[in-house]
């Protein structure tokens, strides 16, 4: 059957994206095997088997190829061929300009060989912004001299004066089940004086952490959780976003962004109905349901008022990733929303406007973009 | 495609339902801001941003506007201007008959300028009954001379006389996570008399909530609970059905009806697998669900045998929301149901005879109405 | 409309299925009651209320009655006379060689009135292994004389030697919240002697069901887990597979295998993504899900990467199990994977590939059949 609803098949085609959460992609050489681990996120060891054998690797082999002038589904040896043929930088260049991303927010919080937040805005042509990771605060502020709090307090606001958020990998540093209020200055210079003993790096003290969310909070520019899926480290059944649920309601105004979701995506949009202060995006878990994206898609539209579901692609490493992350996202909500609109749920006007809400608008009304 | 399946098409038009879980109606008029915080069921905060955009406000210009002589997808000004014109009264006896409900079970529990039983009965020209809320029978407990387990229990059976059955918002007060044991009579008096002391209001302790549940058990009629999405006093973490799993092997034959559900009707239904006297709706869910109502309305019947799937709306406040209940769940089902027949997994018989079930017959013989 | 994969459909309908996971048949005569009971998975109590009231049972009438010469959605009524006319060995001799079996992996740790290894061989004219389940050895090594750990260790080991895997039912004995490091000798044999003065049946020790893991996974044979639905006995909300991370952490190289997994399929599936050695299946699930197991199967396809989805049935019992687990399988995969490539996300050599592995090539690498 013709789609019956060219108008919203257009539009999905040509909206310019906000990728709200998105990190660098590669840009120095690196063999198959770093490839291949790219394309599984959870697993922390060198993956067994073949890696291509995912709803991603099969994503990438459907989508990705044809960009590279490969036919749809060519196999993996061929794939891995014509991309090592023109390297990462190259890669990057043809990617990222077709994911029709106007503007790149950057969590520059992970240390890796990827692009900082000005070489994704030239890679792309488009427009980057920083998000600052808390938890590399945190650690800055341990290698800065003098009293912890205080420096924490000095590099964020020094950070976040040019960054459009924050960031927080609380569900990978014991996740949100337990007391998340904010601790006395007491307690945060014998956390921080035990921590700094330690060594001061990967926090994972719990005072620390929540410390660092409070001040976040105070900074008022909105705050991002990684929320369920993704690697090992994170103890899933401990990111459910619900165990957040006394934090939002300390957390007065500041906006609190819930990325990924995945498979919790159903009661963050209810956190999203039950606060006007929290966003939710799929971030990650899109790219890596690939065929299943759709039904994804439609569970994050279930309870969220439209006005708080945002865009992301969390793309990292392989710049297949910042554009996959697109391309799920606008074959999925096409199938969605087509599906509304036929059924005679929504009208098309509706849906268009819909997807201008969740690709960019309700993002460049949050972070002013 | 035209449905292959009129018969089915047609019974689920013109079934009239029992709407087994619903409260009163407005009947006294209200500004915008009444009727737009309506249309967002978690939040317990003024509503920010357009109240409309949200798979209730599009269902609500889809699917109520024709009712009011409005286009399909009327724009949310003019919507709300009818809505102001005909005033609550009006619309009320536009909306309850247009549901096609032959019988209300009015949950009388929420104070507010809402129908009372006998209203919804004169508006609808249906018939309507009592559900006795436990906590408000508590707070009457509290209030009266004497001992409060004698006063509970006296209270309870005067009014549970005329009512079909009971319900319980433990819920909203501590979740089901924890013991519900049946407590003693000297623990009962000692709680009773701390609560009393302290005014009595806005029961939360959790003596008097097991109290009150093993009295309902001892009733015998149907016990009705809130079950996840709900405001969000509700902890929806500890609205997990599954906790309830030690207190359903107590509930001897007390039919016991799972209300709402949203996220775990797989759970729910589990449940109404695993016992003999439990049952579930998906109530509220399916009206804030929209245009995705179908999806959650598929999942509802897995597990649950469908002798233990009801129908209820949950409506409360807006006429629109009993009429959505309705209109959604025939959509919903219809939708659902085509598919098994079309997929040569049902028959049509079969399906029909399903929709007879959920719509009525099992509420039918279970509250005996 | 026709289905443009033909290669698809034939392929799904000629594979010769592995079932990794199944109980013997009956092959002796019961009643009505006993046959509608076995309909009902999660009920402990005699099913009251008509019992093919349930997707199982609509799936019975649907596609076992052509089996038994009788007409698709045939009423209860007659599909009873018309099995209890052929009897228990004649339904096994027309259901498990319709199913299309080579292998059946059988759990003998059910005692009753079932089917052997060799029986199953025998009525199917497949091959017929055994996974021996570890309460079971445990029962054993209680009942022998000597040191507990040292009976345990021979009698697996005994056992498992002409056997393809082992099999916990941990679930049910508690679940899988809590410590499962492996405990010391000492408190094995403190554990073991309390035990076995208390009679050495039906094991809930947490020691030694710890201990019984900790000797599987030195075996190093393939260990699957009772994971989610199942009798009420098995208290869901701890027999979410998330529960298990430390100890896939612990694991090593052994194959763990989750079984079942509803309503924690995503989560499975993570876990397959995050471990190089979990590996799931839909087993029991997809049977009792009937018409909506497709929705299902396509949620074991989200994150769990295609070389480690299993098939299953779990049947056990009534013969029509067995068959209903490949007949569902194969209508659901056929959707959903049809589905994927109508929509370009697959092609369909690939998913004709990925039918391959989950239906048999995964599990004859996995155990060597």
Redesign the interface.
């Known amino acids: 059957m013709e789609p019956v609803t060219p108008a919203l098949a257009s539009r999905i085609d040509d909206v310019a994206l906000i990728d709200q959460h998105v990190h660098g992609c590669w840009l120095t050489p690196g063999d198959r095997r770093r490839f291949e681990n790219a394309l ?6 060198p ?5 291509f ?3 991603l690797g ?2 990438v082999r ?1 989508h990705c190829a044809p960009v590279l002038g490969l036919p ?2 060519v196999d993996p040896q061929a794939y891995w061929e014509r991309r090592r043929q023109l390297g990462e930088a190259e890669l990057a260049r043809l990617f990222l300009p077709a994911a029709h991303v106007s503007d790149w927010l950057v969590d520059t919080g992970i240390d890796g060989d990827t692009a900082d937040v000005a070489g994704m805005a030239e890679v792309s042509g488009a427009r980057a912004h920083e998000v600052v990771r808390l938890e590399q605060v945190a650690e800055q502020a341990a290698r800065a001299p003098g009293d912890y709090a205080a420096a924490f307090e000095e590099i964020l606001h020094r950070r976040a004066a040019a960054a459009v958020g924050t960031k927080s990998i609380l569900a990978y540093r014991g996740g949100f089940d337990g007391d998340l209020t904010e601790p006395s200055p007491a307690q945060v210079a014998e956390a921080a004086s035990r921590w700094r003993d330690s060594g001061g790096t990967r926090l994972r003290d719990r005072v620390l952490l929540r410390f660092g969310l409070h001040q976040a909070l105070r900074l008022g520019k909105p705050l991002q959780f990684h929320v369920g ?1 993704g ?2 480290d994170c ?3 401990k990111a ?1 976003p ?2 957040l ?1 006394d934090f939002l ?1 300390q957390a007065a105004d500041t906006p609190i962004v819930l990325l990924h979701c ?2 919790y995506e ?2 963050a949009g ?2 999203a ?4 202060h929290v966003y939710l995006d799929g971030g990650l878990s899109v790219t ?5 994206s759709p ?1 994804f898609i ?2 994050l ?7 708080k579901i945002l865009y992301s692609s969390d793309g990292f490493g392989p710049a297949e990733l910042h554009y996959l992350g697109a391309t799920l996202w606008r074959r999925g909500i096409h ?1 969605v929303l087509r599906g ?1 609109v036929d ?5 098309e ?2 849906a268009i406007r ?1 997807v201008e ?1 969740i690709a960019r608008d309700n993002s460049a009304r949050l972070y002013g973009v």
């Not at 890596?288 to 299943?292: V, Y």
């Not at 059924?343 to 009208?347: I, L, R």
């Open positions: 599984n996120e959870a697993n922390t060891d993956v067994v088997g073949p890696a054998d995912s709803q099969f994503a459907a749809k589904h899926f690697d090992r103890d899933l059944a459910n619900l165990y649920l309601r995945y498979p159903r009661e209810y956190l109905q039950a606060f006007n890596h349901l690939g065929a299943r039904a439609a569970r539209l279930e309870m969220a008022p439209f006005g199938r509304f059924d005679g749920d929504w009208s006007a509706d819909v809400l």
